[in-house]
């Protein structure tokens, strides 16, 4: 018996007895025999845990020595969730093209996005359209999705090759503080930068942000 990841669960009887004359078959068989017994295949069922830990993905790409941080595969995560199963989880990849993924992504640009496949952190915020950057790194994923599948030989290619990338501009352009309020924030002595920040632990966390523009999360980390 033979099977195919884009066919969980489902066998197929082979006229070969041998492994390795079987796993020949179902290669030069392989189009027939999917085509035949998997018309219904579904892009949920092939990228819905591509990213958590312990998948066939995540450890090809340890493997090779292209590891991240645990975060990243959590956002990435959160973008098939909660951004690609909605938009795409039914579709059948074989059947995907460029355009279709082009206006399914920009209805998700616009806040059109159906409800997620299930809560994960990050989640989207429904009616709400994404920052241009989310967009990008949404788009992103998805190729990486993709291109998983041509690697598998469930499709022939990644159809949003040549697909215009989204805009990576800040939305909302932080503004610099100004001067005197720094001045303020930041008197000269102990004693000064004890009454503004009440502590020695406090006076020591601001002066690291103030001095090396460090994000507040990376500070706590």
């Known amino acids: ?6 066919e969980p669960g489902r066998y197929h009887q082979s006229p070969k007895y041998d492994l390795d004359r079987a796993i ?21 069922s092939l990228i819905r845990d591509m990213f958590t830990p312990g998948s066939d993905w995540r ?27 909605p938009l795409f989880g039914q579709d059948d990849p074989r059947e ?23 809560p994960a952190k ?11 950057g989310t967009m ?3 788009a992103k994923t998805f190729g990486i999705c993709l291109d998983a599948l041509v690697d598998q030989g469930i499709i022939p290619w990644n159809p949003m090759e040549g697909m215009a990338p989204y805009s990576r501009a800040v939305q909302h352009p932080r503004e610099d503080v100004p001067t005197a309020a720094l001045d303020q ?11 503004i920040w009440g502590g020695t632990m406090w006076v020591a966390c601001m002066c690291v942000l103030h001095d090396t523009g460090m994000r507040p999360g990376e500070l706590r980390a």
């Open 96 to 118: 995907l093209t460029r355009r279709y993924i082009d206006d399914r992504l920009l209805e998700a640009a616009r806040g059109e996005l159906p409800a997620g496949d299930k």
């Open 59 to 85: 450890r090809r790409q340890e493997d090779k020595g292209r590891v991240v941080i645990d975060k990243t595969y959590l956002n990435r995560d959160g973008h098939v969730r909660n951004y690609l199963i």
């Open 122 to 132: 990050g989640k989207a915020t429904r009616g709400k359209p994404p920052a241009p």
């Open 1 to 6: 018996m033979v099977d195919f990841i884009e």
């Open 185 to 195: 924030l930041y008197p000269s002595g102990h004693g000064p930068m004890m009454r």
């Open 136 to 138: 990008a790194k949404i």
């Open 24 to 44: 020949a078959w179902a290669k030069r068989n392989r189009g027939q025999l999917l085509a035949a017994a998997a018309p219904g295949l579904t892009l949920a």
